[in-house]
């Protein structure tokens, strides 16, 4: 701080003019792709508030890693293709200046036979400047393609080694499918039945599910336009319980909305979660189901009601 002139300035100190450091500094560097910064910046973020133990396990830390590997991986693979691709456009310029020098060649041969012909008497040494020069040119392309086999088997090489370790950090995950069931009058949640299987799940897994948790008083079952809910099992099993199917309009789910908001109401609760098993997930949806189901809801008609509230009271009816 100094002043003079009746005017203060105000300077900052050499220690103060080092820009602190903070996660999201990791965006200001080029080199890194958008998924690498990503990774690292929630790396960096566990670090700062010093609980990268204590909230990344080590089967998660594993697999951070592994991304930030495998996006390196990616990264250089496509960095290699573009090389390639460079590689390949130099030599096909090559090759068409060599074409040019052998038609050049060709043009001056037929010009010498003409002229041989013709009786004319070329320069005495002529042909033997021209052939040594033809000669020099060609040792020159032998040498050149020799050169672009090496290349290639090298570039082979690098590309062998990349796909190799991207075999070796390929992170295995599991896809786990969750049944949403609601009641649309009682805003009960009927149940969160889970399949491993995931996308696999099979039409079949799903009617076993839902025979077990559909209530006997069901008139209608509304769902969307999934194969699961319109395959033949399920059509079989809408005339065994002896409920009406209703299906909604294809790209319009604001037609199930109650369904819907119930989907986003789990995705928010499963927010801030964490589970490494089916198992864990499995008693995390048994909570959510009791929270749910016993807590006020807004949807109902009866004002701070909770859905078995509201299900109870409409049985003493």
Not at 49 to 65: H, I, K, N, Q, T
Not at 143 to 171: G, N, P, S, Y
Request: aromatic share 6%; proline share 3%; charged share 30%.
């Amino acid at each position: 701080m100094s002043g003079s002139s009746g005017k203060l300035v105000v300077e900052r100190s050499a220690q103060e003019k080092v820009e602190a450091w903070y996660p999201g500094r990791v965006f200001a560097d080029e080199t890194l792709s958008y998924e690498e910064a990503m990774v690292q910046f929630v790396v960096d973020s566990h670090a700062e508030a010093g609980a990268v133990e204590a909230e990344l396990s080590p089967e998660a830390a594993e697999r951070v890693r592994a991304k930030v590997e495998k996006a390196a991986l990616r990264r250089a693979e496509e960095e290699l293709k573009v090389e390639r691709r460079q590689v390949r456009k130099h030599r096909s310029q090559e090759d068409s200046a060599w074409q040019g020098r052998r038609a050049e060649r060709r043009r001056q041969q037929e010009a010498r036979e003409s002229q041989r012909i013709a009786g004319i008497k070329l320069p005495h040494g002529s042909k033997k400047v021209r052939d040594e020069a033809w000669q020099y040119k060609r040792q020159r392309r032998r040498q050149q393609l020799a050169k672009r086999k090496q290349e290639d088997e090298q570039w082979r090489q690098r590309r062998r080694e990349i796909r190799e370790r991207l075999q070796r950090t390929r992170v295995t995950t599991a896809w786990i499918a969750i049944l949403l069931i609601t009641d649309n009058c009682t805003r009960q949640c009927l149940g969160l039945p889970l399949f491993v299987a995931g996308a696999h799940v099979t039409a079949e897994t799903v009617v076993d599910a839902l025979r077990v948790l559909l209530p006997a008083e069901l008139q209608f079952l509304i769902s969307d336009r999934g194969t699961h809910f319109t395959a033949k099992v399920f059509q079989q099993l809408a005339q065994d319980e002896e409920f009406i199917h209703v299906l909604i309009a294809r790209h319009r789910p604001q037609s199930n909305g109650i369904a819907e908001r119930f989907v986003r109401t789990l995705k928010e609760w499963l927010r801030d979660k964490s589970w490494q098993s089916p198992e864990v997930l499995a008693a995390l949806l048994q909570q959510f189901e009791w929270a749910y189901n016993n807590r006020p809801h807004q949807g109902l008609p009866t004002p701070g009601l909770s859905p078995n509230e509201f299900a109870n009271r409409l049985c003493l009816i």
